[in-house]
C-alpha cells in the first residue's frame, strides 16, 4: 500500500498551493505550519513573505484564506495576530486519514526516499573480559538503531568491533598452554549457564596469568615471544586465540540473550578481522602524504588538536616500534565498509569519551577520500550511566557493576511488580516470569532510550519498573489494557472507523498524536535518535490514558458506531504501541 500523507502534510500542501495562487510573483513558498495550543495548526509563512513582498501580512492571510477550497479537510480557519493562521481539521478528516493508516500493515509509513547501506557498529565488549554496565548503551542503542534503519528500508550492515587482539592474549595464551585444562567445562543446563561458566573461566583464568606474569620474568618473556607468535599467525598459537575468542562468544551472547538481542556470529567482526588489511593502510597514508614519519611512528597531525604545552597532538596510525594503534585498525575498517561493504553511511555507537580519537579518524579517512559527500561517518556518542548519586555506577566496594547482575536484578524486581498485579489475571509460575524478564528487560532499554543518547542518565530501578511516569511498564500497561477492552467487546463490537461521527477533545487530541507516528519515524531515522520516540510513545500512552478516563470505550453514550469508533481508536493505538515499542526493542505483553 502508498504511504498515507499525514494531516500535516496535506494542509501544508494545501496552503502553499493557495499562497502561490494569492501571490504567483512569490513562487513556492513554505507556509511555516506548526502543531499549536489554539487550533490544530499555525501558519506562520504570511509574516515572512509579506515583509520580503513590503506588504501587509493581515491583508495576505485574508487572501489564502479565500483561495483555500471548501472541502472536507479543514474546519475552521483564522487569522490572528499580526497574519498567523489558526487551522483547525475536520472530524472526518482526522478519522478518515486514521483509517488509512490502519488499513496498512506498516501504519501508513513510507520506505525512505533513497535508501541505501549503512554500517551500524555497536555492542563492543572484549574478549577474555567481563561485560560491565558501561557496555550497556552501545548494546541497547545501537539495536534500536539498527531496527529503525531496517524499518524505514535502508539495507544494514551490524558489525560487533570486539577486543579480541593485543598483547594482554599472549600471557593468556602462554598461560593455557602451560595450564591446558583451565577452560574446561563442567556439564552446563543450558545457554545462560554454559556462558556464566564461560565467563568464570575466563576470569579464574586471567587473575591467575596476571598473577604469574607480574611476578614471573621468565613466564612475562615467554608471553612477549608469544605475543610475536600470535601476530605471526603460529598456528598453535592461533588454535588457542580461537578457544578464548570462543568461549568469550558463549558469554556475550548468554547476555545478549538476557537483553532480548539478537547477535550472529557473522555480524561480529573484531581487532582481528582487519589485520591483513594493516600493513597496507598505514602504506596507502604514507605515500598519499597524509600521514609523515614522526620520531619513527607514522602520524597524522591536526592544527585544531593540541596538547596542554601547545604542541600538536597526532594519530599515531603505527608506533616507532612498527606495531599498530587502534587508529590502523578503525582506518583499516573504514577502508573495508565503504569498499568491500559498499556503505555510504557508518554510524558508530561508542562512549562520548572516545569523541577525539574517532574525529581525527573520520578526519583522516576523509583527507585520503575514504569518506567523502556521498560516504560519511558519524559517530553516536552516548555518556555515562550514573548511580542514584549522580556519580559513575559503582558497587559499594567501589567496582565496575557487572551487566549480568545489573540485568537479573532488573528482572526480579519487575517480577515482583507483575506478582503483585497477577492475581487477577490468573498468570501461571510460567507466565509471571516470563512477563517478569520482558518488563524488568523492557524497563533497563526505555530508560536508556528515553534520555538523549549524548546525555548521562542515572540508573534507578525503583523508577525503572514503577507503573507511573515515563517508564516502559507505563507504555506496557497502557497497551495490556487496550487488549483488555478488545477482549471484553462483545461479538458484535469490532474496531470500525466511523467518519461522519464527531470526536470528543480527548479523541481528537489521540487522533491527531496517532497521525504523527510516520513523520516522527522519519525524524528518527535521520537523526538516529531513538529518544525522540520514546518520547512519541510515552506522550501516545498519556493522551490514551486521559482519552480512557473520559471517553468510555464499551458503553459508549453514542451508541454502536461510537463503540466501534472508540475501539477503532483503541486498536490502532496499540498497533502503534506496538510497532514503536518493538523499533525500540521492548516486549509488549498481551497481559500485565
Not at 491583508?59 to 489558526?86: M, R, T, W, Y
Not at 592544527?303 to 597526532?314: Q, R, S
Not at 525503583?462 to 507511573?468: E, H, P, T
Request: proline share 4%; net charge negative.
Amino acid at each position: 500500500m502508498a504511504s498515507v500523507p499525514s494531516l500535516a502534510a496535506t494542509v501544508h500542501q494545501r496552503l502553499a498551493d493557495a499562497l502561490s495562487a494569492a501571490l504567483p510573483e512569490a513562487g513556492v513558498t513554505d507556509p511555516l505550519l506548526r502543531r499549536s495550543d489554539r487550533a490544530d495548526f499555525q501558519a506562520n509563512g504570511m509574516l515572512a513573505l509579506a515583509k520580503k513582498l513590503k506588504g501587509n501580512p493581515r491583508e495576505l492571510a485574508a487572501k489564502v484564506v479565500e483561495g483555500l477550497p471548501a472541502g472536507e479537510l479543514i474546519a475552521d480557519i483564522e487569522v490572528s495576530g499580526p497574519g498567523f493562521l489558526n487551522i483547525t481539521v475536520s472530524d472526518e478528516a482526522i478519522v478518515n486519514t486514521l483509517a488509512a493508516r490502519a488499513a496498512d500493515a506498516r501504519l501508513g509509513v513510507p520506505y525512505a526516499e533513497n535508501p541505501g547501506t549503512t554500517v551500524v557498529d555497536y555492542a563492543q565488549p572484549n574478549v577474555a573480559k567481563e561485560m560491565h554496565v558501561g557496555h550497556l548503551r552501545s548494546a541497547v542503542i545501537g539495536d534500536a538503531v539498527v531496527r529503525i534503519l531496517e524499518f524505514a528500508g535502508e539495507k544494514v550492515v551490524r558489525r560487533h568491533h570486539i577486543g579480541d587482539w593485543g598483547t594482554q592474549f599472549g600471557m593468556l595464551i602462554q598461560y593455557l598452554i602451560e595450564h591446558p585444562h583451565e577452560l574446561d567445562h563442567k556439564a552446563g543446563d543450558g545457554l545462560a549457564a554454559s556462558g556464566e561458566e564461560a565467563m568464570s573461566n575466563l576470569n579464574r583464568l586471567y587473575k591467575a596469568a596476571r598473577a604469574v606474569f607480574d611476578s614471573d620474568e621468565e613466564f612475562k618473556e615467554r608471553s612477549r615471544r608469544r605475543v610475536v607468535d600470535l601476530q605471526a599467525g603460529d598456528e598453535e598459537t592461533l588454535a588457542l586465540w580461537r578457544r578464548f575468542v570462543d568461549e568469550s562468544k558463549i558469554y556475550f551472547y548468554s547476555v545478549f540473550d538476557k537483553l532480548d538481542m539478537q547477535i550472529h556470529d557473522p555480524d561480529v567482526v573484531g581487532e582481528s578481522g582487519y589485520n591483513d588489511m594493516l600493513a597496507e593502510t598505514c602504506r596507502l597514508l604514507e605515500e598519499s602524504g597524509v600521514a609523515v614519519r614522526s620520531e619513527g611512528a607514522l602520524c597524522v597531525f591536526f592544527d585544531d588538536v593540541k596538547g596542554p604545552d601547545g604542541k600538536p597532538v597526532p594519530l599515531i596510525v603505527q608506533k616507532s616500534d612498527g606495531g599498530f594503534g587502534y587508529a590502523a585498525t578503525d582506518l583499516s575498517a573504514i577502508r573495508d565498509r565503504v569498499r568491500n561493504l559498499e556503505a555510504d553511511s557508518l554510524v558508530y555507537v561508542v562512549d562520548a569519551r572516545q569523541s577525539l580519537h574517532f574525529k581525527m579518524v573520520f578526519e583522516t579517512a576523509r583527507r585520503i577520500g575514504w569518506l567523502n559527500e556521498e560516504t560519511h561517518a558519524y559517530q553516536l556518542a552516548f555518556g555515562t550511566v550514573l548511580g542514584k548519586d549522580g556519580k559513575p555506577f559503582k558497587t559499594r566496594e567501589g567496582e565496575t557493576v557487572r551487566l549480568v547482575d545489573l540485568l537479573d536484578e532488573a528482572v526480579e524486581r519487575a517480577t515482583a511488580v507483575v506478582r503483585e498485579k497477577s492475581e487477577k489475571l490468573g498468570l501461571t509460575e510460567e507466565e509471571i516470569a516470563e512477563r517478569g524478564a520482558q518488563v524488568g528487560i523492557g524497563a533497563v532499554k526505555y530508560a536508556d532510550l528515553s534520555t538523549s543518547a549524548a546525555r548521562d542518565y542515572k540508573f534507578d530501578l525503583d523508577q525503572m519498573v514503577s507503573l507511573n511516569g515515563d517508564t516502559s511498564v507505563y507504555l506496557q500497561y497502557a497497551y495490556a489494557r487496550i487488549q483488555s477492552i478488545l477482549r471484553r467487546a462483545d461479538e458484535g463490537q469490532k474496531p470500525v472507523a466511523h467518519p461522519e461521527l464527531s470526536l470528543a477533545p480527548a479523541e481528537r487530541a489521540l487522533g491527531l498524536h496517532l497521525d504523527q507516528f510516520a513523520e516522527t519515524l522519519r525524524e528518527v531515522a535521520a537523526g538516529y535518535e531513538p529518544h525522540k520516540l520514546a518520547a512519541y510513545l510515552y506522550q501516545l500512552a498519556s493522551l490514551y490514558t486521559t482519552f480512557y478516563d473520559k471517553c468510555p470505550v464499551l458503553k459508549a453514550e453514542g451508541g454502536p458506531a461510537q463503540v466501534e469508533n472508540r475501539l477503532f481508536l483503541c486498536d490502532l493505538t496499540a498497533r502503534t504501541l506496538h510497532q514503536g515499542m518493538e523499533l525500540l526493542g521492548i516486549r509488549t505483553p498481551e497481559r500485565l
